[in-house]
């Protein structure tokens, strides 16, 4: 998606509490800060991303002739609100925390410091593509973590919620440790690396399993064939004849089950390859998998050698959102706080200070912006004048193994599928509840 075509995405209620900024010359600097309110039950950690996105669209945002138009045709806004759209660019600074950070409750994802007519316009965009992404990063790395090793390549843009999600959904799994992607859009956006076998249909276009077999391995001799059309282990012995018959010039890589009991067919499968001589042909299973299925046949003991997963981690089936929230913690060089029941907000600037013990991460310190304490600080800047302080992220794969090495380093509990017992301790630092709660006596008094 093009930026200069997004200025109209944004709730209509931005708009309106801009015209009223402006009727009362309020455009002091302000802060919000976007975080996650509660780790959803089946979440130990989240894992942030979409951070690229962001970036990449607030350099970029510009409303055209058209956006104009529209939006003085609703008979709304003053002609003062849209000049100031008319030459809108945002000049503020972000401070966030990298892509691929194991993130926890009520920890900043990202903060945004600017005027607050611009901090305020570019709410519903920031809380989409981190939330999106964020969503679909931390289904992934469950999904990873499931395959012990065992490379996961993303099946799911078919089914995933529009052409942009299932883009942004190949990087972030990416990000996460998924090893490539069948979306080769996304591999020439991104670079990730793209992957793919056959379908059903190429099988039953032809006369037989066998004839489809052959032709498909005379054009792509390292291919992965699909043996489950008609029935499993017959397709894994036509395999079988097939290599017998090609000889030294059999080369397939793998056999691919798509349904069925795979620990069963996985492990009939392998014996039937490995009587065959054909003991360096692996096993790629796919056919609506998450991770607990993954999990359950690991230990279980079958002996597949990938997996390939769609809808379920495509569309995080079982924790499609998040309590992702955008509020304003300061205005005017004033702390600002929120005291709904159970939605308070955190005010001023912070900073997150992580803890280990070790190689493993503890315990983490969220903390004012400008407080000094043990562990290492998360948060950095990466806008500042409306401009990156660093090149955009081209290149995935230093992000790839960041996320890799923090993960790594949470308690093996902590990274495990299952609910952590205890939860990742978070702590808020002594000066910043103390500034929380003299702004509620103010609010009060």
Aim: some cysteine.
């Amino acid at each position: 998606m093009l930026n200069d075509k997004l200025a109209l995405f944004t709730d209509f209620y931005e708009l309106k509490m801009l015209q009223a900024y402006f009727e009362d010359s309020m455009a002091e600097d302000a802060v919000f800060s976007l975080f996650v309110r509660r780790l959803p039950v089946r979440r130990n950690f989240l894992l942030a991303c979409g951070l690229d996105s962001v970036l990449e669209y607030l350099e970029n945002l510009r409303f055209g002739d058209n956006d104009i138009a529209f939006l003085a045709s609703l008979g709304q806004f003053s002609d003062r609100l849209l000049s100031w759209l008319r030459n809108f660019r945002f000049t503020g600074e972000i401070y966030a925390v990298p892509e691929g950070t194991p993130i926890f409750p009520n920890e900043p994802i990202l903060e945004v410091v600017a005027p607050l007519p611009q901090a305020q316009l570019v709410e519903t965009f920031i809380m989409n593509q981190i939330h999106v992404q964020t969503v679909l990063a931390s289904k992934a790395q469950r999904v990873v973590t499931a395959a012990e090793g065992r490379p996961v390549v993303d099946f799911g843009a078919r089914r995933m919620h529009g052409i942009d999600a299932a883009l942004k959904a190949a990087r972030a799994f990416y990000i996460a440790g998924v090893a490539a992607t069948s979306n080769v859009l996304a591999g020439r956006l991104y670079g990730v690396p793209v992957a793919g076998t056959m379908a059903h249909s190429y099988i039953q276009a032809h006369e037989n399993e066998a004839s489809a077999f052959r032709a498909f391995v005379r054009l792509y001799p390292e291919t992965i064939l699909l043996v489950d059309t008609y029935d499993t282990l017959a397709g894994v012995r036509k395999v079988i004849e097939l290599a017998k018959s090609l000889g030294k010039d059999f080369r397939v890589k793998a056999v691919r089950l798509d349904s069925g009991d795979l620990l069963s067919l996985s492990r009939d499968t392998r014996q039937l390859l490995d009587e065959a001589g054909l003991d360096k042909v692996e096993i790629f299973a796919s056919g609506g998998l998450d991770e607990d299925t993954i999990s359950e046949l690991l230990s279980s003991g079958a002996p597949i050698n990938g997996f390939g997963v769609g809808t379920s981690m495509g569309v995080s089936s079982d924790v499609p959102d998040l309590d992702i929230a955008y509020k304003l913690c300061e205005y005017a060089g004033k702390g600002r706080i929120k005291l709904s029941t159970g939605k308070p907000v955190l005010p001023s600037r912070k900073q997150i200070f992580r803890i280990a013990e070790g190689d493993h991460d503890i315990r983490d310190v969220i903390a004012r912006a400008d407080e000094h304490l043990p562990g290492r600080p998360l948060l950095a800047p990466v806008m500042r004048n409306g401009m990156r302080l660093s090149a955009g992220g081209a290149d995935l794969d230093p992000l790839r193994a960041y996320a890799k090495n923090q993960i790594t380093r949470l308690p093996d509990h902590i990274r495990a599928i299952a609910p952590a017992e205890p939860p990742y301790p978070v702590e808020v630092s002594q000066k910043l509840f103390q500034s929380q709660e003299k702004l509620r006596e103010e609010v009060f008094s």
